[in-house]
T-cell receptor, first 111, second 110 residues
């Protein structure tokens, strides 16, 4: 069974569109994260939720809105997509300060 | 500011030779330190972590890392490299969320 899954794996869309990426973990972890990996492979935290509560909200445009319907799910909605949003987005989960388990990533391409 | 530095963009080593991937950090308080590996078009996989205790930490796939508080370093090592170890390696520190280094590409030649 996949521990952390993301859908879709690939997402190609035009500027100005709105899109969502879904993440689910079946590890029973209490904390989930969204990371962005740019074209130079640099990884940066975007958001973190603990038991459905937002605990980390880095400097990310307001066009990005996370939503955690329950402890096992953390979705990312992006409004008015821009070229600079093209990247690979990773979801991850952890139990408290333990190591994080990453999903396979969603490659977003904005044209 | 809290940060992680991986001074080498790429490390090249021959199969069977020992390898070292360097990492230094700057963080207040006692750090939680991690190493992750990323294979092409895949997510990150956890290798090992240091929270407290023995400075030499053993992890997956024969990797180990040594925590050195005075040098604020957490170098990743393996006694004998395999071609299959070729990947992108990230060091990370966790004050609250993970702060990643920029990554080091390890290339092991046969």
């Amino acid at each position: 069974d996949t521990a952390v899954s993301q859908t879709p794996k690939y997402l190609v869309t035009q500027m100005g569109n709105d899109k969502s990426i879904k993440c689910e973990q079946n590890l029973g972890h209490d904390t989930m994260y969204w990371y962005k990996q740019d074209s130079k492979k640099f990884l940066k935290i975007m958001f973190s939720y603990n038991n459905k509560e937002l605990i980390i909200n880095e400097t990310v445009p307001n066009r990005f809105s996370p939503k955690s319907p329950d402890k096992a799910h953390l979705n990312l909605h992006i409004n008015s997509l821009e070229l600079g949003d093209s990247a690979v987005y990773f979801c991850a989960s952890s139990q408290r300060a333990d190591e994080q388990y990453f999903g396979p990533g969603t490659r977003l391409t904005v044209t | 500011a809290q940060s992680v530095a991986q001074p080498e963009d790429q490390v090249n080593v021959a199969e069977g030779n020992p390898l070292t991937v360097k990492c230094t950090y700057s963080v207040s308080g006692n750090p939680y330190l991690f190493w992750y590996v990323q294979y092409p078009n895949r997510g990150l996989q956890f290798l090992l972590k240091y929270i407290t205790g023995d400075n030499l930490v053993k992890g997956s796939y024969g990797f180990e890392a040594e925590f050195n508080k005075s040098q604020t370093s957490f170098h990743l090592k393996k006694p004998s490299a395999l071609v299959s170890d070729s990947a992108l390696y990230f060091c990370a520190v966790k004050p609250t969320a993970l702060i990643f280094g920029k990554g080091t590409t390890l290339s092991v030649s046969s």
